[in-house]
């Protein structure tokens, strides 16, 4: 669905690479987790991903980005946002501002595209439907919470009916109840056969909604796996991404030899209980 | 070059020319008119034609310059000049609340018109007064023209590279506020007799008593504040852009094509420390 | 959450189509400006500004805001034309060096009840149509959707931006910093306080611009609304008599030779 093939990025007037030879393919209807440092370029690939560099930007791009069969540097931004839609950090500057209701405020990409009232009406009541937004539709975008207007601008976006949504940080700037709705609705989305690519600080919660996990440091894609292994590797640590509190007390029992040597380190608290679980039985036998 | 760039027709583009051109013609017109072809403003039926005029001319004017304009504007600027506005008008009540004796009410219009030229300037300024009107007084509506003057005259100085040196856009903006002055002048006079405000009025009386006619007076009343305070707004707006990262700055076309800022800013060291990779 | 004066009621005046009552306020205006009778515009303020007033029912609201701009503008017009009038010769009151002509006054007079004219109206189209109404009905006769799309976002940003204001102004007060003093410091003072602000404002058009382009805003194709704007022919057939007539006040005095 995704294929980047040796992309290198500089931005205007600079002489660094912020990315250099990333590889990266995405297979459809996948949730793909991307992780990195503050400063690793995360926000630069997303862009990358999603058509608005070079569009926008400008600066020097070198490789190939193949998204949803289209080949992003060739088609205009208009088209490439038909084929990938972006979500960003900050719910406020999301939001339109053209529109008075979440209703409108739904249908503004179709608008512009020209769609018809019928099928618009259409779009917006099952969008809001997958995203469980339908007692808003009526309300001001700006009296909304965060969390809130989070959703309804991931249900703008896939309105449009993109195949593949990249979401930048999409809980950076939300409150814990916030961060919850945004990563609830993605499991409705992949099940709507959305592909999904997360950049995102939250490990736990990664853990339980991505299928893969790839770590953005050096300037490049540096390693993947699957979602457990990859977030409970110790090498996060060195490339300034950390580990969960499960990962950390797994490991120091692992030390202190409580774990056995190859035990698989746990990253949330749903991968942690069975854990815990056979330790106390251990330990009461 | 931005992807938003609809390479219009060819005619679109000559409709577009023809809009500025017309709306341009007529704003000209307009003020030659009432200056010229009106004398007299004593009796009061030619009066109040006086003041149709000064409103019709000026504000289809000004709505054909901006319906000129937009079209040229990419997704980047339009998306720029509701915080425009929202400058415009915010500073504009806050400094009237304060008690400064300038109004401040067109940093938004300078700013825009500097980053991303006077199309963009001339669009701002028109809607800071709709926007004014639909939330604070509907007397803002008649001078739309002024903001449009102050935003293709900032666009325009910032092509001369007026913006490049602090000390000469005081001066770009003393000559902006004396235009601006001339301009609004008929609608004081021919539409509000002069009454525009306390102090405003106050002085528009004076020099009515010292044997100057209504649009004489309100002219020398408008030259008293506009210069001075377009001379601040200018200035304001160069520290603005000084303080704007280097990065942000550079996104405007207009202002890499027209190099606005200059390569040697008088506050490099705030756009280096902003973004420090950009050369400077 | 908006900034705007709408008045949310449900009067047969706030159901009107917006284009209806943005060209009966044109008309209005043109009207009492082309025929230079003070009387020709009492008579639209009682015939038609009142009544229509009274329907919305927010009658109270428009005389509460529209005396707001209008008393102090009147005063100073009475005064000062009273007072200072180039063409003023006729003195009917005289105190010191202090004299008020009747010509003074009765340009005043005629200025005066053409500036509540336009004040009135126009404040009651403001606050009987609601700002989203009035751009999609601008925007189904062709306005561009930037236009529509500014105006919007202005109106919603305008009270995000006090916000930030005034969290600012209080941060710095309660660090101790007093806006009082000569003008000079006071601006002084306000320059460090508004870079802030506006640096974060414009810094975020960047997002903005990337949200809106990631919906199709760039796109030529012709744009469809969600929600259409009710129209009917009677008010289609009164938008051309409104033209017709304020046509007609044009052409009036020039047929009267009242020139």
């Given at each position: 669905?995704?294929?980047?093939?040796?992309?290198?990025?500089?931005?205007?007037?600079?002489?660094?690479?912020?990315?250099?030879?990333?590889?990266?393919?995405?297979?459809?209807?996948?949730?793909?987790?991307?992780?990195?440092?503050?400063?690793?370029?995360?926000?630069?690939?997303?862009?990358?991903?999603?058509?608005?560099?070079?569009?926008?930007?400008?600066?020097?791009?070198?490789?190939?980005?193949?998204?949803?069969?289209?080949?992003?540097?060739?088609?205009?931004?208009?088209?490439?946002?038909?084929?990938?839609?972006?979500?960003?950090?900050?719910?406020?500057?999301?939001?339109?501002g053209a529109k008075f209701t979440v209703r409108e405020e739904l249908a503004f990409g179709l608008?512009?595209?020209?769609?018809?009232?019928?099928?618009?009406?259409?779009?917006?009541?099952?969008?809001?439907?997958?995203?469980?937004?339908?007692?808003?539709?009526?309300?001001?975008?700006?009296?909304?919470?965060?969390?809130?207007?989070?959703?309804?601008?991931?249900?703008?976006?896939?309105?449009?009916?993109?195949?593949?949504?990249?979401?930048?940080?999409?809980?950076?700037?939300?409150?814990?109840?916030?961060?919850?709705?945004?990563?609830?609705?993605?499991?409705?989305?992949?099940?709507?056969?959305?592909?999904?690519?997360?950049?995102?600080?939250?490990?736990?919660?990664?853990?339980?909604?991505?299928?893969?996990?790839?770590?953005?440091?050096?300037?490049?894609?540096?390693?993947?796996?699957?979602?457990?292994?990859?977030?409970?590797?110790?090498?996060?640590?060195?490339?300034?991404?950390?580990?969960?509190?499960?990962?950390?007390?797994?490991?120091?029992?692992?030390?202190?030899?409580?774990?056995?040597?190859?035990?698989?380190?746990?990253?949330?608290?749903?991968?942690?209980?069975?854990?815990?679980?056979?330790?106390?039985?251990?330990?009461?036998? | 070059?931005?992807?938003?760039?609809?390479?219009?027709?060819?005619?679109?583009?000559?409709?577009?020319?023809?809009?500025?051109?017309?709306?341009?013609?007529?704003?000209?017109?307009?003020?030659?008119?009432?200056?010229?072809?009106?004398?007299?403003?004593?009796?009061?039926?030619?009066?109040?034609?006086?003041?149709?005029?000064?409103?019709?001319?000026?504000?289809i004017g000004a709505i054909l310059l901006a319906v000129g304009a937009i079209h040229r504007l990419?997704?980047?600027?339009?998306?720029?000049?509701?915080?425009?506005?929202?400058?415009?008008?915010?500073?504009?009540?806050?400094?009237?609340?304060?008690?400064?004796?300038?109004?401040?009410?067109?940093?938004?219009?300078?700013?825009?018109?500097?980053?991303?030229?006077?199309?963009?300037?001339?669009?701002?300024?028109?809607?800071?007064?709709?926007?004014?009107?639909?939330?604070?007084?509907?007397?803002?509506?008649?001078?739309?023209?002024v903001q449009v003057v102050i935003g293709v005259m900032a666009g325009y100085a910032a092509r001369?590279?007026?913006?490049?040196?602090?000390?000469?856009?005081?001066?770009?903006?003393?000559?902006?506020?004396?235009?601006?002055?001339?301009?609004?002048?008929?609608?004081?006079?021919?539409?509000?007799?002069?009454?525009?405000?306390?102090?405003?009025?106050?002085?528009?009386?004076?020099?009515?008593?010292?044997?100057?006619?209504?649009?004489?007076?309100?002219?020398?009343?408008?030259?008293?504040?506009?210069?001075?305070?377009?001379?601040?707004?200018?200035?304001?707006?160069?520290?603005?852009?000084?303080?704007?990262?280097?990065?942000?700055?550079?996104?405007?076309?207009?202002?890499?094509?027209?190099?606005?800022?200059?390569?040697?800013?008088?506050?490099?060291?705030?756009?280096?420390?902003?973004?420090?990779?950009?050369?400077? | 959450?908006?900034?705007?004066?709408?008045?949310?009621?449900?009067?047969?005046?706030?159901?009107?189509?917006?284009?209806?009552?943005?060209?009966?306020?044109?008309?209005?205006?043109?009207?009492?400006?082309?025929?230079?009778?003070?009387?020709?515009?009492?008579?639209?303020?009682?015939?038609?500004?009142?009544?229509?007033?009274?329907?919305?029912?927010?009658?109270?609201?428009?005389?509460?805001?529209?005396?707001?701009?209008?008393?102090?503008?009147?005063?100073?017009?009475?005064?000062?034309?009273?007072?200072?009038?180039?063409?003023?010769?006729?003195?009917?009151?005289?105190?010191?060096?202090?004299?008020?002509?009747?010509?003074?006054?009765?340009?005043?007079?005629?200025?005066?009840?053409?500036?509540?004219?336009?004040?009135?109206?126009?404040?009651?189209?403001?606050?009987?149509?609601?700002?989203?109404?009035?751009?999609?009905?601008?925007?189904?006769?062709?306005?561009?959707?930037?236009?529509?799309?500014?105006?919007?976002?202005?109106?919603?940003?305008?009270?995000?931006?006090?916000?930030?204001?005034?969290?600012?102004?209080?941060?710095?007060?309660?660090?101790?910093?007093?806006?009082?003093?000569?003008?000079?410091?006071?601006?002084?003072?306000?320059?460090?306080?508004?870079?802030?602000?506006?640096?974060?404002?414009?810094?975020?058009?960047?997002?903005?611009?990337?949200?809106?382009?990631?919906?199709?805003?760039?796109?030529?194709?012709?744009?469809?609304?969600?929600?259409?704007?009710?129209?009917?022919?009677?008010?289609?057939?009164?938008?051309?008599?409104?033209?017709?007539?304020?046509?007609?006040?044009?052409?009036?005095?020039?047929?009267?030779?009242?020139?």
């Amino acid at each position: 669905m995704i294929d980047l093939a040796d992309v290198s990025y500089a931005y205007p007037d600079t002489d660094h690479y912020v990315l250099s030879h990333v590889n990266l393919k995405v297979e459809p209807g996948t949730v793909t987790g991307i992780v990195g440092a503050s400063g690793s370029g995360k926000t630069t690939l997303a862009k990358i991903i999603s058509g608005f560099i070079p569009h926008v930007d400008g600066g020097e791009l070198s490789g190939s980005v193949v998204v949803d069969g289209a080949t992003i540097a060739d088609v205009t931004l208009s088209e490439a946002v038909s084929h990938v839609g972006l979500v960003i950090q900050s719910p406020f500057n999301q939001i339109s501002g053209a529109k008075f209701t979440v209703r409108e405020e739904l249908a503004f990409g179709l608008e512009n595209l020209g769609v018809a009232r019928e099928e618009m009406a259409e779009r917006v009541t099952a969008v809001a439907e997958l995203l469980g937004i339908t007692g808003l539709l009526e309300r001001s975008p700006y009296a909304l919470s965060g969390g809130q207007q989070q959703l309804v601008a991931i249900a703008s976006m896939i309105i449009m009916n993109t195949p593949v949504l990249v979401m930048d940080e999409p809980t950076s700037q939300l409150d814990p109840g916030g961060t919850r709705m945004v990563f609830d609705v993605m499991s409705s989305l992949r099940d709507a056969g959305i592909t999904l690519v997360v950049f995102e600080h939250k490990l736990e919660l990664l853990r339980e909604h991505a299928d893969i996990v790839h770590v953005l440091a050096e300037s490049q894609l540096i390693a993947s796996g699957p979602s457990r292994a990859m977030l409970a590797d110790p090498r996060l640590e060195k490339w300034g991404i950390g580990s969960t509190r499960f990962t950390a007390a797994a490991a120091a029992a692992r030390d202190r030899k409580l774990l056995s040597k190859d035990a698989e380190l746990p990253v949330s608290l749903t991968d942690a209980v069975p854990e815990f679980r056979a330790f106390a039985a251990k330990k009461g036998a | 070059m931005s992807s938003t760039a609809t390479t219009p027709a060819d005619s679109k583009k000559t409709r577009n020319r023809i809009f500025i051109a017309v709306g341009t013609i007529i704003i000209v017109a307009t003020y030659l008119y009432l200056v010229v072809g009106q004398p007299t403003d004593i009796a009061a039926s030619s009066f109040s034609q006086s003041g149709l005029i000064a409103i019709a001319g000026y504000v289809i004017g000004a709505i054909l310059l901006a319906v000129g304009a937009i079209h040229r504007l990419p997704t980047a600027t339009v998306a720029m000049v509701p915080v425009a506005i929202a400058l415009n008008i915010v500073v504009g009540q806050l400094v009237s609340v304060i008690g400064i004796p300038v109004y401040l009410d067109s940093i938004g219009t300078v700013l825009v018109s500097a980053l991303a030229g006077p199309a963009a300037g001339v669009v701002t300024g028109i809607l800071t007064n709709v926007i004014w009107g639909l939330t604070l007084s509907p007397i803002a509506l008649p001078y739309a023209v002024v903001q449009v003057v102050i935003g293709v005259m900032a666009g325009y100085a910032a092509r001369l590279g007026m913006f490049r040196l602090f000390y000469l856009a005081p001066v770009a903006g003393a000559v902006t506020g004396f235009v601006s002055a001339i301009v609004s002048a008929p609608i004081s006079a021919f539409v509000f007799g002069g009454a525009t405000g306390g102090g405003t009025g106050a002085i528009v009386g004076a020099f009515q008593a010292m044997g100057n006619s209504l649009l004489a007076s309100t002219t020398l009343q408008g030259l008293l504040s506009d210069p001075l305070d377009k001379a601040i707004v200018f200035t304001i707006v160069v520290l603005i852009l000084a303080a704007l990262p280097s990065r942000f700055r550079q996104r405007f076309p207009f202002m890499r094509q027209y190099n606005v800022f200059g390569r040697k800013a008088p506050v490099l060291k705030d756009a280096t420390a902003a973004a420090p990779t950009v050369e400077s | 959450m908006s900034t705007t004066l709408f008045d949310n009621r449900k009067s047969v005046i706030h159901r009107l189509n917006p284009v209806t009552k943005l060209i009966a306020l044109l008309a209005i205006i043109v009207i009492v400006f082309a025929i230079p009778l003070w009387w020709v515009a009492g008579i639209i303020i009682v015939v038609i500004v009142v009544p229509a007033a009274v329907i919305s029912g927010s009658g109270g609201r428009l005389l509460k805001l529209s005396l707001r701009i209008l008393l102090p503008i009147l005063l100073v017009l009475f005064i000062v034309q009273g007072l200072t009038f180039p063409g003023g010769t006729t003195v009917i009151w005289q105190w010191g060096i202090i004299d008020i002509t009747s010509e003074g006054l009765l340009f005043a007079l005629g200025v005066g009840s053409r500036i509540v004219v336009l004040v009135l109206a126009s404040m009651l189209l403001v606050l009987t149509t609601h700002p989203g109404d009035l751009m999609s009905a601008l925007s189904e006769r062709g306005m561009s959707p930037k236009f529509a799309y500014i105006i919007s976002s202005t109106l919603q940003l305008i009270p995000a931006f006090r916000v930030r204001a005034d969290s600012i102004l209080l941060a710095q007060q309660a660090r101790g910093l007093s806006l009082k003093g000569s003008p000079f410091r006071r601006i002084k003072i306000m320059l460090p306080l508004l870079s802030p602000l506006v640096l974060g404002m414009f810094t975020d058009v960047e997002e903005r611009s990337t949200a809106m382009e990631a919906r199709a805003f760039g796109s030529t194709a012709k744009r469809t609304a969600l929600i259409p704007v009710p129209d009917s022919t009677v008010q289609n057939v009164s938008r051309w008599v409104l033209i017709v007539l304020a046509l007609a006040a044009v052409a009036t005095p020039i047929v009267l030779g009242l020139l």
